[in-house]
Every structure is written in C-alpha cells, then in structure tokens.
C-alpha cells in the first residue's frame, strides 16, 4: 500500500511514504468522529479514525511537534520524520486521557437543567447552534469555546453539548457583542459619531485604504508578492516598493507603530490561491515585528484570511481554488 491509517481512538495517523515531504507522518483533524474502512488510491484498505477540530488541542499538538506543517490539500497535518509516529503515540495516549466519555451526556442534561435563553442560540441533535452578526471581536470569543467550528453551509457556530459549561462561562461576552453588531445598534453608533473626531479618523482610514498604500521600514522591507501579515491590512501581498519616502507627520495617527525611515509600499488583497499555497510562521509575531509592521502570517492568520478569501470568490461568482 502507499500508506497506512493506524486507528488511534480520537485521531487518525497515516503513515505516508516519502515524498515531497520525505518519510512523514500524517495527521487528520476531521469534524465528526467515525472509525471506519475505506479504500486508499491503491485500491488497498485504510482505517480511518477522526476527531472533532479543537483550537486548544491544535495548539498542545503544534507545541509538542514544532516541525508540523499543515497541508490544505489534504487537510491534514504533515509531520516530517521517521521517529515522530511514537511521539505522536504518546501525545496522542496523553489527548485521550483528557477525554470525558460521559461529556454530551453531562453538557446535555445541564442545558436541559439550566438553559441558555438567547435568540442567538439554539439546539438541534448535534448540539448547539449560534448564529450572530458578525465581527472579529465575537468570532475571537467563540473560538474559545472548545470544539466551536464554522457551519459553512447554514451559517452558524456549533459547539457540542459537551462544551456547555465552557459555551456557559463565554456566553456573557458573545451575546454583548452578538447585541453591539446588531444593525441597529450600529447606525446608532454611527450617528452619534456624526461630525465628531472619531468620525473624521474612520474617514481618513477609508480613504488610505483605497490608496492601498503602506509605509514600510526601508531596511526591513518585505518580500514581494507572498502573503504577509500587516498591523493596519491584515494579511495582504506587497507588489511594489515605490521608494517615495513616507512623511511620518501626515499618516502618523493613521499608523501608530510609524518610526524610522519608512517608504510606501502598494499591496493588493490576496488570492484564495496564493494564501493556501503560503507555509504558515512556526511562531507569534515578536514586538519587533509588529513595530515595523509586518510578518509572516501564522497558521490562524492565514484560517482567517482564506475564509475571507473564500467568501470573495463565492460572492464575486467565482469557483473557489481547491
């Protein structure tokens, strides 16, 4: 066979052989568990065992296996090494040992005891169902919520019962928020805004936005034409470094990290494309970083931006890049 899925109780480990990646080992996060028998590219037979996608548990996993790349073709975690199935073994002995096997039952009948009464929440025989206006500050919070995932096709946040007493302990912040996103709530604002400082800044901040503009340290520039990650644009592609020399009195409230010599450089939104063909930084921006502006994006940076990037496409009547 070409590889090997070896059952691992919430994980499912193929053994890959080498290639592009070398010999490694390869590690599939999927949404719903299930252990069952399919059919490899060879026609032999695999035993594929998944696990519910869990950002705490990607974060101990990416601590423990440093060198993990995730790979969106497959989607799947590629671990480089021979050696690295019997760590995985222990890490994954160590994840298991975590696991409550009485969870949905527990989180289920809390709910039923004491129930969430929002009109941003509901149940279904999965678990729980949020559907909110949106804003990054709301998608931050349900994120830490354990096992939170995006419901693409129905437009909602599942959590299941099991993460009750966490959705619990979150739930004061997402509704506040989910209430400060509501349309009416944000023409509100907007109006009470009208003729102030604030309103002149959003302003200014929408018209050096269309500039697509940005002013970068001219002895730490970065490089052309990759996704990077920027304090002011979120994650963008740099295309040209004009060597005008950027005057720090005339953006300095618009970018606060400005210092040194800077000159403009002139970015474009990223593609679906380029962002899944992007390795993702192994580590956080530093300070140093963030003062000069801009890093390499980091696997969560990129989530974000391939979500956007996807949503563009659909709306734009696009076929999204697989």
């Known amino acids: 066979m070409i590889g090997d899925h070896v059952s691992c109780g919430l994980l499912r480990l193929d053994t890959s052989p080498p290639g ?12 719903v568990p299930f252990s069952k028998i399919v059919d490899g590219e060879d026609g032999g037979e695999r035993v594929a065992v998944s696990f519910p996608f869990d950002r705490m548990t990607v974060q101990r996993f990416r601590q423990e296996f440093p060198r993990a790349r995730w790979s969106d073709r497959r989607k799947a975690w590629l671990v480089p090494g021979k050696t690295d199935r019997r760590r995985f073994d222990r890490w994954r002995a160590k994840e298991e040992s975590r696991a409550d096997p009485f969870a949905e039952e527990k989180g289920r009948d809390a709910f039923a005891f004491e129930p969430i009464l ?3 929440l509901s149940v279904d025989k999965e678990g729980f169902r949020i559907r909110t206006p949106y804003s990054r500050k709301l998608v931050e919070e349900i994120r830490q919520v354990p096992f939170a995932r995006w419901d693409g096709d129905n437009k909602v946040w ?3 019962f099991a993460s ?7 739930w004061q912040a997402i509704e506040a928020e989910a209430q400060r996103c509501e349309p009416d709530e944000r023409r509100k604002r907007a109006e009470a805004r009208k003729g102030t400082e604030d309103e002149r800044k959003a302003r200014r901040r929408a018209a050096e936005r269309q500039r697509r ?11 052309l034409d990759r996704p990077i990650a920027t304090e002011a644009y979120g994650v963008v592609v740099v295309s040209d470094i004009t060597g ?9 409230d618009l970018y606060p990290a400005f210092d040194g010599d800077r000159v403009w450089g002139l970015w474009r939104v990223a593609t679906l494309e380029e962002l899944v063909q992007t390795w993702p930084s192994k580590t956080a921006p530093q300070d140093d970083e963030r003062r000069r502006g801009w890093w390499l994006p980091t696997i969560e940076e990129l989530r974000d931006a391939r979500r956007v ?3 563009r496409e659909r709306r734009s009547g696009q076929r999204p890049s697989s």
């Open 20 to 31: 592009r990646f070398g010999a490694c080992v390869l590690i599939v996060f999927s949404d």
């Open 118 to 120: 929002s009109p941003y």
């Open 158 to 160: 599942r959590i299941p």
């Open 164 to 170: 009750y007493d966490e959705l619990v302990h979150h």
């Open 213 to 223: 503009r940005i002013p970068l340290p001219a002895d730490a520039l970065p490089p």
């Open 244 to 252: 005008e020399l950027a005057e720090h009195k005339d953006v300095a």
């Open 309 to 311: 990037a996807r949503w």
